[in-house]
């Protein structure tokens, strides 16, 4: 079964400050690595996803930042605002399930104003 | 479009009872899955399908669960008989390529069960 190392838990940023959210995998066959935002009472909402054959994908404020060989991901947060203050959850793809998405654990970001 | 529709938004009931969860996927979308989402297990994928056909359905915990998609515009998650673990919230999403591609979530069905 994969599994999606995400961390930290939790994050408190002061606004204008950059939040980093980290997750490593393990094997996968199919390089499609999403994340997810989730707004109390909401579902999930895709933010930004990545195929790796690019390291970086940068859209906006939000960047996804790729390293194939180790197996790890981060999602930085740049100039970060309340706004953002949500839970973030990582996925990838589970070779051993025919590559189904795993969710990581999620990182419950708050921005302090 | 309205986005993914899911009813209902809250359900409360007792330990034993049957649970029916009601599923809308956005027109098009040939992918429907269905997740639970609790504080310990994280986003646990329950059951999937693909042009109204179950393709993976390992993620659901036991017999008791049961799914269903009659036609494209609509899914069924049921549990017969409830159990208070089943307390959970309950997403279905939809995709137009699967899960390699945007899922479109909906707001959710938070069952507890007394």
């Known amino acids: 079964q994969q599994q999606v190392k995400q961390s930290p838990q939790s994050l408190i940023v002061q606004k204008g400050g950059i939040s980093i959210i980290n997750c490593a995998y393990e094997?996968?066959?199919?390089?499609?690595f999403p994340w997810y935002q989730q707004f109390p009472g909401k579902g999930p909402a895709l933010l930004i996803a990545?195929?790796?054959?690019?390291s970086e994908k940068k859209e906006g404020r939000f960047t996804i930042s790729f390293n194939k060989s180790a197996k790890q991901f981060s999602l930085h947060i740049m100039d970060s605002q309340p706004g953002d203050s949500a839970t973030y959850f990582c996925a990838a793809p589970n070779e051993a399930a025919g590559n189904k998405l795993t969710f990581g654990g999620g990182t419950r970001v708050l921005v302090k104003p | 479009d309205a986005g993914v529709i899911q009813s209902p938004r809250h359900e409360v009931t007792e330990m034993g009872q049957e649970v029916t969860l009601r599923c809308k996927p956005i027109?098009?979308?040939?992918?429907l899955f269905w997740y639970r989402q609790t504080m310990m297990r994280g986003l646990e994928l329950l059951i999937y399908f693909n042009n109204n056909v179950p393709i993976d359905d390992s993620g659901m915990p036991e017999d008791r669960f049961s799914a269903k998609m009659p036609n494209a515009s609509f899914s069924t998650l049921k549990i017969q008989p409830s159990e208070p673990r089943d307390s959970a919230v309950y997403f279905c999403?939809?995709?137009?390529?699967?899960?390699?591609?945007?899922?479109?979530f909906g707001e959710g069905s938070r069952l507890t069960v007394l």
């Open positions: 027109s098009g979308h040939d992918y």
């Open positions: 094997n996968t066959a199919f390089d499609y």
């Open positions: 990545i195929r790796p054959d690019v």
């Open positions: 999403a939809s995709s137009l390529i699967g899960y390699t591609g945007e899922l479109f």
